[in-house]
Structures are given as structure tokens and as C-alpha cells.
């Protein structure tokens, strides 16, 4: 049964918290995989998300429930999943399907939050667009070479569908002259505007989505003889539709249509995808920095995450779409308030933790009574990172109108089955093991040495995705 959650919230029906409500501030970063240096990363160089680690919590099993933009937003904010809302594709906005879904910009603007949405929050800037008190709407992606412009005209002279200029761009400009300079400089104006209120701010980064267009200097911080050509070889007896041809990329000027990326232009690649991370690393630095100044931090919890992780080359594919490790894993920091009383820094959790629960956190965090939703607050790991927690994450893939791929991992092994969206009929199974890499180039399932693991991840899976409940299929891609 679809869930619908009919909004009836008024003061007297809260529950609210002794303390103080905290504001909340929140960086939520588009194709973002856990290429971080506090995540290990030897390549990407990111100071101001380390800080922010170092005075909070790392999460290193976090996930997303959908490798791919819109439905992995609509599901944080309403704390919902994708195969709860019926959404699988960019294509179709929330409120185009649900009108009654409690969403968290609806739910903490009517108990008086000041909500504000700045850049790439939802996909769709028509989502709730009337629920945010202050809202900035995503920007187009920007150009500076001259070149570059002169390209992208001629694309619109020839009536070209796709206006997609070069996969990348290194102009020697200021900050501001590319689009999450210009959310950084939004983020800190408002917070001046909203310091003496209660807030809920997203601040949405669009980079290391493509293109990979940033200033210069953050690509000079990097020596691109440093990256690695990763392994193109592709994961043995894998479903046939477990890697996409990588379209999006593909839809950029000098991108091949077809076959592989030769190595110079995947090390260029490679190069502007960590040189867009140090750029938005520089935006988070900034807007903290402003918190800081302005007294806010010791009431402020502040969250980093990503809507998806991202390949940059490996298994010779790019972009997310996929239901493999690599895409569904995500980074997640949440800080607490420096001035909570039992605040816990500088740890890592292992605890299987998702997207969906950043919503009940909230609500929990600021001592209130909210929607029923279909994930756990995380409020007690977050004050106890070595607490056991869940024992699987889940993620869905949709190819097309009739196959459907669900995954879960219990945090070392990940096993997926590409079903039949009608029917539930298993087309191909697949088992991964992840105890040590993002990476696994061997299906094992049907493997007689690990039949136990595969039994029992079998056993994990259908918990979210029984084999006896239909899909729901408002908005299959085709």
C-alpha cells in the first residue's frame, strides 16, 4: 500500500525538546562519492570537509537509496524511498504525483523554522518551492572561456537539442564567476539575514557534477601525472544491464560517442572531478567560517552529504546509475551544535546508515513529533558512533518499464537481483564482496563456497523487498 501522510501539524500537538531547537545547516553536494581526504582519499584535497569531520561524526557506511539525482533527493527530504514514492527517473517532480507527502522544508516551516534553499536542493526547483521562506533557485552551469561561449551559441544558431559545452573547464576566474561560488556568497548573505531566527538551510552544491568547470587554481593544486588510470575490466558474469553506456557523459562536447575514454582524456577527467571537489570543499570553508563569526555554531548542527557517489573511470564506465557500491555509497558528516553538552567529535561510525534517515534525525533533534516516515533518526549514533545499528541499507535501479533492480549490503557484501517489475520473477542475481574495496570484479552468486552469505543477504534483501509486493511504477524511465 502507498504510503501518504496527510499533514495536520499545529504547536499543541509537538512535543517539544527542554532545550534550546537547534538550527540546521546542510550541505547537500551533487555526484559526490567519498573521495575526501578524511575518507582516505590520497588524491583529493579537501581541508575544510576534513575540519568539519574532525569536529563531528564521519558515517563510512552511509548510502543513498537511488543512484541518480531526483529520487535520491525527494527521499531525504520526505524521508521516504524511492520505492515508496513510485519514482524512479529526473523526469517527473514530487508534487506532480504527491500531493500529500510531508516533506522537511513543509514540515519545519509550519512550526516556525526559517527554510532556506540555496542552489541544487531538490532536482526539480518546483518542488515545494512555496515551502522555503528564502529560496534561491538552481542555476544554470556556466561557461567563461571565450571559446567555450562562442561553442555553446553555435550549438543554439544549429537548434541543437543539447546545450552541453566541454566536460570540463579551468578559466583563471574568481569563485563567483561559476555557480557554487555564487551559492556560497548566497548562503553567507542569508545567514546574516537569518542569525537571530531558527533556521533549516540547505546550501546545494552542484559540483563534481558535470561539467567539471572550476577556477583555475583549484586545478592547479593538483599534478594530474598523480591520477591513476583505473582498471577498465568489467565485473565477470555480471547482469547485462548492471553498467549503463554512461549517456550523460557522453552528452558533452569532445566526449566519443561509443567505446572507451583513452587514457590522457580520462586523467583530464579525473583531474577537473578532484579540482571541482576542492572547489566546493572552498564553499564549505566559507559558509562555515561565516557561522563562526556570526556566534551561530553553538547552536547550529551541521550536516555534509552527497545524493549518490560516482565513477570516474572505473570498470571503463562513468556517472552513477548503477546499483554497484560505488554509486550507492556516500559521504555523510554530521556535527553537532558546539555548544550541546555531550557532543561527541572526531569519530567514525560503522553503523549502516542511509539518506532517508536524515529526516527523523531532525525531527528528533529538535524534539518533535513528525511524520511517520521509513527512516530511523540517527540521533543516538551520533552521540554513540561505536553503537550497533542496523544490520542492511538498501537501494533501487530501474532499467526501463519492466526490470527492476533492488541491492542491500550488510556493510561487507552486497547482493542485488534484477527482477521483473510485474511479476518479481529474478532475472540474475549478484554477490559482491566489499570487506576491504569499493571495487568487486567477481559475481559469486551461485557460487557453492559462499552459498551461506548468499542465503542470508537473500534473506536481508527481501526484508525491504519482498518478493510477493509489486513495484510501485508512477514514473518508470523509459
Known amino acids: 500500500m502507498m504510503w501518504i501522510f496527510v499533514f495536520a501539524l499545529s504547536l499543541a500537538s509537538c512535543t517539544y525538546a527542554q532545550q534550546v531547537q537547534p538550527n540546521i545547516l546542510v550541505f547537500y553536494v551533487d555526484d559526490l562519492r567519498a573521495e575526501l581526504g578524511c575518507y582516505g582519499s590520497e588524491t583529493a584535497i579537501t581541508p575544510n570537509i576534513d575540519k568539519l569531520a574532525a569536529e563531528g561524526i564521519l558515517f563510512n557506511k552511509a548510502y543513498t537509496q537511488q543512484a541518480i539525482c531526483a529520487p535520491s533527493r525527494m527521499s531525504t527530504l520526505t524521508g521516504l524511498r ?29 512550526i516556525g523554522y526559517k527554510t532556506v534553499s540555496i542552489g541544487k536542493v531538490y532536482h526539480h526547483s518546483s518542488d515545494d518551492k512555496k515551502e522555503w521562506s528564502i529560496y534561491f533557485e538552481k542555476e544554470p552551469n556556466t561557461y567563461n572561456k571565450p571559446d567555450n561561449l562562442a ?4 550549438l543554439k544558431a544549429e537548434g541543437k537539442k543539447s546545450l552541453n559545452g566541454p566536460a570540463f573547464e579551468n578559466a583563471d576566474v574568481e569563485d563567483e564567476a561559476y555557480k557554487d561560488g555564487r551559492v556560497s556568497k548566497y548562503a553567507i ?9 531558527k533556521f533549516l538551510m ?32 568489467k565485473t565477470k558474469d555480471a547482469y547485462r ?35 571541482s571537489i ?31 557517489g560516482y565513477k570516474i573511470g572505473e570498470y571503463g564506465a562513468w556517472c552513477k546509475h548503477s546499483n554497484l557500491e560505488i554509486d550507492v555509497r556516500v559521504p555523510l558528516i554530521i556535527s553537532r551544535e558546539t555548544g550541546h553538552k555531550h557532543r561527541v567529535v572526531g569519530k567514525t561510525s560503522d553503523a549502516l546508515v542511509e539518506n532517508v534517515d536524515i529526516f527523523p534525525t531532525l525531527i528528533e533533534l529538535c524534539g518533535l513529533e513528525g ?51 510485474q511479476t518479481n520473477e529474478v532475472l540474475q542475481a549478484e554477490l ?36 510477493d509486493k509489486p513495484f510501485l511504477q508512477k514514473d518508470i524511465p523509459r
Open 371 to 421: 511524520p511517520k516516515g521509513e527512516g530511523r533518526s540517527l540521533l543516538s549514533v551520533i552521540d554513540n558512533p561505536k553503537k550497533r545499528w542496523d544490520k542492511v541499507a538498501t537501494s533501487v535501479y530501474a532499467r526501463g518499464k519492466k526490470i527492476m533492480g533492488c541491492t542491500a549490503t550488510d556493510g561487507e557484501w552486497r547482493y542485488t537481483e534484477w527482477r521483473n517489475s
Open 432 to 467: 559482491y564482496e566489499h570487506k576491504k574495496s569499493l571495487l568487486s570484479y567477481v559475481n559469486l552468486s551461485g557460487n557453492k563456497k559462499y552459498k551461506k552469505v548468499e542465503r542470508r543477504m537473500k534473506m536481508l534483501l527481501e526484508i525491504q523487498f519482498p518478493g
Open 151 to 154: 561553442l555553446i551559441e553555435q
Open 82 to 110: 524511492p520505492e515508496s514514492l513510485g519514482i524512479y527517473s529526473i523526469f517527473t517532480p514530487l508534487r506532480k504525483v504527491h500531493k500529500n507527502v510531508v516533506s522537511m522544508p513543509q514540515f519545519f516551516n509550519k
Open 202 to 233: 540547505f546550501v546545494g552544491l552542484s559540483k563534481p557534477h558535470l561539467p567539471f568547470n572550476a577556477p583555475k587554481k583549484y586545478w592547479d593544486l593538483y599534478d594530474r601525472n598523480n591520477f591513476k588510470i583505473p582498471s577498465r575490466e
Open 189 to 197: 548573505e542569508t545567514l546574516k539575514k537569518v542569525k537571530d531566527d
Open 241 to 275: 544491464l548492471a553498467l549503463t553506456q554512461w549517456g550523460e557523459l557522453r552528452g558533452y562536447q569532445g566526449i566519443p560517442k561509443e567505446g572507451d575514454l583513452d587514457d590522457d582524456l580520462t586523467q583530464t577527467l579525473i583531474h577537473g572531478y578532484h579540482a
Open 278 to 308: 576542492s572547489y566546493i570543499d572552498a564553499q564549505v570553508g566559507k559558509v562555515m567560517n561565516t557561522l563562526e563569526e556570526l556566534d551561530l555554531r553553538k547552536n547550529t548542527m551541521v550536516i555534509f552529504m552527497s545524493d549518490h
